[in-house]
């Protein structure tokens, strides 16, 4: 098989699933949603908190900037160096975990129902919800694991220079790797809370198949890929035609709905991919193949280590 009729029947195979369990679809707008309505809620006693002044004045904001950050001047009272309070620093990390809590918690709800939809099982916003609650011991440890991660290999990015950069860039893709199937392995064993062995039952899989279980994201990429071109190209069509009639109100016209159609290309592409991961999931995992996806194509996405 092609790597663009691969890439193609994995799209379409995906976008069957979309089409059959449509609440999928609305999933990410709820988590969104959801995700705004949290950052407001703890952004909001920062921001708004009375200064003396009016909200709308410009000394308002300032008070808000005085303390939250402190400067460092010069002999002639110029700002040479800007720094966060100590108080500033710990709310930003305090906000950095519950960010990676919510953002987590919203991804284990969001891949129970993913695997739900692959068995053929009913799928819900609610449902995923309600899960993910009953996990939130082990999103609490996954989220605070891999907050720390993330937090020391940022710091050796800072501390270090041209080389913390190498190694930081060479440690996040290491550990991206590494953490791909961590989700759906929380939603799939319901009694493990340890973010270590959440850690391990991703990298194992990895092993497993050698490594290279992300051969498959490209291979779905062509595809949206090629629909970019294609779209691309019927734009300078109607870019030529807007001159040659001299009516620009054609390619305006055009222009926007390029734009709107790219939006939605993104987003069904996006969650089109986290689809096809849960599938390589239940089948690198479990062996489990899953219509209307079928052996050849999931084994085309993986290498498996010959024993």
């Known amino acids: 098989m092609g790597k663009f009729q691969r890439s193609w029947r994995l799209f379409k195979s995906s976008l069957t699933i979309m089409a059959r369990n449509k609440q999928l679809l609305v999933f990410p707008i709820v988590v969104f949603l959801f995700t705004i309505l949290i950052m407001v809620f703890f952004l909001a006693p920062v921001v ?12 308002h904001w300032q008070a808000i900037s005085h303390s939250l950050f402190t400067q460092t001047t010069d002999a002639r ?4 160096q800007s720094s966060l309070t100590p108080t500033a620093m710990g709310y930003l990390a305090f906000m950095y975990l519950v960010s990676m809590f919510f953002a987590t918690f919203f991804n284990v709800a969001f891949y129970h129902e993913i695997l739900a939809a692959l068995r053929g099982e009913p799928v819900s916003i609610q449902g995923g919800l309600k899960f993910a609650c009953k996990r939130w011991k ?3 440890m996954w989220s605070l694991f891999a907050g720390l991660v993330g937090l020391i290999i940022q710091q050796i990015e800072q501390r270090l220079s041209i080389v913390g950069r190498i190694i930081a860039r060479l440690l996040g893709m290491a550990w991206s790797v ?5 989700i759906p392995s929380i939603v799939q064993d319901e009694q493990n809370t340890n973010p270590i062995q ?3 039952n991703s990298a194992s899989i990895l092993k497993r198949t050698w490594g290279e279980a992300l051969i498959g994201y490209v291979g779905m990429s062509l595809a949206s890929g090629l629909i970019l071109i294609v779209s691309i190209v019927l734009l300078a069509g109607a870019l030529a035609g807007s001159i040659m009639l001299k009516n620009f109100w054609l390619i305006g016209i055009a222009g926007v709905l390029w734009v709107l159609a790219m939006f939605v290309l993104s987003y069904l592409t996006s969650v089109a991919g986290q689809i096809y991961k849960g ?13 209307p996806y079928n052996q050849e194509m999931l084994d085309s996405a993986w290498k498996f280590k010959k024993e």
């Open 279 to 291: 599938a390589l999931y239940l089948y690198a995992a479990n062996g489990i193949v899953t219509e």
């Open 178 to 182: 590494a953490s791909v199937f961590v």
């Open 77 to 80: 009272g110029h700002v040479v």
């Open 198 to 200: 959440m850690l391990k």
């Open 138 to 140: 082990a999103i609490l």
């Open 48 to 59: 708004l908190r009375p200064t003396g002044y009016s909200y709308a004045s410009a000394q």
